[in-house]
């Protein structure tokens, strides 16, 4: 069975100012939550050491990081190392999100080579895909996340394959309002899981104007074991909402 995982994904939003106060106000509300459900946040990397710093000894808020190079060290101008991360006690690393693959030039490849180089570090990549809404019009919906999903996975060993996190987020449905149908979503996700056995335990997300009302809907699918979240995750109290929301089933 595999576990549950609520990630707030905070994009480019919140100061390390910004983030000491979410970190104030979140932890206690969430205190009391199962320990066995996961919970992270992804600030912006400029924010990452106020909230280790804030975070200090609760272990119940695990911290997550949006992007990584997959190099240890180099001439890569404006990006970070793994090592970087980890001093700031970073345990997860959102991969392959789809506005890095819009923006920024993130490919299938690089996604690949991301997820190999966190795992050999002992970090959780959380991978992310996701079709467009012209793919989903044209009906190869199922066809462009598993070809996400199986070159993400590329080379990877069975107990390697274990240890990630796969966030499914159509991306008509990000930051839009219109979040996917829970019933389509699980379909979509039952394709994901089924990319390989290995993935039978395998906690999937879903992504995509998840919210505190919406939440258990989701959760309620044998496939969705989560979500990674943006513009509803900012927000210390309507998170922590969601995350119960999300637990109390
Ligand atoms: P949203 O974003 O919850 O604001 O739709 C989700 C994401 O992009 O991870």
């Known amino acids: ?19 000491r106060a979410f970190i104030e106000a979140f932890v206690p509300l969430v205190a009391d939550v199962s320990p066995e459900i996961e919970i992270a946040i992804a600030p912006p990397f400029t924010a990452l050491a106020a909230a ?21 060290q180099g001439a ?10 980890q001093e700031h006690g970073v345990s997860h690393v959102i991969v392959g999100h789809s506005e890095r693959r819009a923006y920024c030039n993130e490919l299938d490849s690089t996604v690949n080579l991301k997820v190999r180089a966190l795992l050999a570090h002992g970090l959780t990549p959380i991978v992310a895909v996701g079709e467009t809404l012209d ?7 199922d066809a462009r996340v598993t070809a ?7 080379g990877l060993d069975d107990a390697q394959i274990a240890r990630l996190v796969l966030a499914y987020e159509p991306i008509w449905a ?9 019933a389509e979503a699980g379909r979509v996700m039952e394709a994901i899981r089924g990319c390989s056995p290995a993935l039978a335990d395998v906690p999937l997300l879903y992504g995509g104007s998840m919210k505190a009302e919406n939440v258990a809907a989701y959760m309620a699918h044998a496939h969705i074991n989560g979500g990674l979240v943006g513009g509803a995750s900012l927000d210390p109290a309507a998170f922590a909402t969601l995350v119960r929301n999300a637990t109390t089933r």
């Open 76 to 85: 890569y101008t404006g990006e970070i190392s793994i090592s970087m991360l």
């Open 52 to 72: 280790r710093e804030a975070l200090a000894a609760d272990t119940r808020v695990r911290l997550g990081a949006q992007n990584v190079h997959w190099e240890p």
């Open 174 to 182: 990000i930051g839009t309002g219109h979040n996917c149908d829970p």
């Open 148 to 154: 996400q999903t199986r070159a993400a996975l590329d």
């Open 1 to 19: 069975m595999p576990r549950t995982v609520i990630a707030g994904n905070w994009k480019m939003h919140k100061t390390a100012a910004e983030t």
């Open 135 to 141: 793919e989903r019009n044209a009906g190869e919906t």
